[in-house]
């Protein structure tokens, strides 16, 4: 039976309970007096404030600025506690982070100074080991101009048996250009006869003895006329222990070797690996068809093979290199720029060196007889060095003239990697009358510039024809380096373009 609607009612006693407990859950009121003329007690004049004007404005429902309270209960001392130590953990964890970066900074720093302490460790060992004693060549040694070609002056006593430091055997003058990593090598024979500071003539072997290298430096630069930027020493025994280190040299020789008064070794003609004694007995030889002059060149040769040899990349493969050259040589050269030098002839060749004997001619006799200089000659061959061509033109051009086009074959070889190229050159020859007998390609292209090469001395003039007669290209002694069955071998570089 449903429950009567009456008794589910609030009673009016009831009600006024209720509402008076919802107005007493209320802090404040937004109406003071609920109803007009009578005043309703609030819960706000129960609080304590920290003022009495605050708790005054409390009972009338007045409260600003109430905020919470710490769930802990905690005082401010503590909850000033609390909050530090919260900043210190989190500062902890940032650290933590912190604490590897740091770290790794702290290696780089240590191994880049470690490195720079060392690479200065090794460039002063090096260079103490380099040094000249003679310290009087500076003011006969000037500087170059930046990314100019210059000369360094070659000396070396190849005979220690005489017992004498002061003796040299060979001169060889260079010209080298780093930025075209090319070279020209100009040989002096050691009995030429020059004037010396002591107003006599003396061979030119015989300048260390007079006044040192200085001397040597002065002689020289009056002879060639030009400014002479390093000097490098050798003596017969670091020359042998370096090429020994090279596991030798290989050399196709013309002619045999036995020479008595070059030592006892004895060579013969053809390709040889050459190891260190027997390149300073080839070194010492006079005994050739053409004499000193063929000592002079050989000289020459063995000055390319040494750059060629001693050149590598840069970075640690120069420091290496520069490391084993060091051990045999005495120079000017400081180690770090002479580091540089060697990874600035990178890929140089030495069959792409120019080599020339200076003009001169007997003017004694006897065993060992002196000669003197050809100026005028001299002066024609320097002007060609100078400007990084062939010195042997001075010499050879009025050779060339005379040459029948005709009277001698030739290979044309394409190392350009332009197609046709081969064709292209033999046609012009041809048409020029030039006896074409073969072409085809190099092994790989990698030639950067054109060359015209022969074997034997008598086609040399042969060879500057062709090199006229192209309008390019440069002539090489191909004897250590080519073999060809014809008399001229021309291989086309990439300095040639085709016509359109």
Known sequence: MP????????????????????????????QVNARVGRKNRMNAADMHLSSTRRSRRASHGVVSNVGTSSSSGENGRAYARRSSQAYTQGYKKSGLLKGPLFLLLLIVVVVAVGFFVATRVFFGVTGGRMALSDTGTSSYLKAASANAPYYTLFVADLDETNNCDTDVDMVVLARMDEQGKALTCLAFPSSLSVAMRDGQDHPLKDAVYVGGYSELLRVVTVLSDVDITHLVTLKQADIE???????????????????????SLYIPAGQQTLNGAQLTTLLRARNFSKGIEQQGLNQCEFIADFLEKSSCEGGLAAASSLDSVSKYLHTDWGAEALMNTLAAFDGFQASSAYKAFIPCYQSGTGSDPLYSVSSSDLQSMMA??????????????GSAASISPGSFTITVRNGSGVTGGASTIANILTEKGYNVTETGNTD??????TLIVYLDDGIEPAAQSVC????MGRVIDGTNHYTFDTDVLVILGSDWMPQS
């Open 241 to 263: 222990a370096l090429v020994d280190s090279w596991g030798g040299l290989q050399w196709n020789l013309t002619e045999e070797v036995d020479d008595p008064s070059a030592g």
């Open 468 to 471: 006229q007669a192209l309008g």
């Open 444 to 449: 790989s292209y990698v030639y950067t510039e």
């Open 3 to 30: 429950t009567p609607r009456s008794s589910q009612r609030f009673s009016a006693k009831q009600s006024k309970k209720t509402s008076a407990q919802l107005n007493s859950s209320t802090l404040g009121a937004h």
């Open 384 to 397: 060609y060095t100078n400007i990084g061509s062939d010195p042997n033109l001075a010499t050879a051009t």
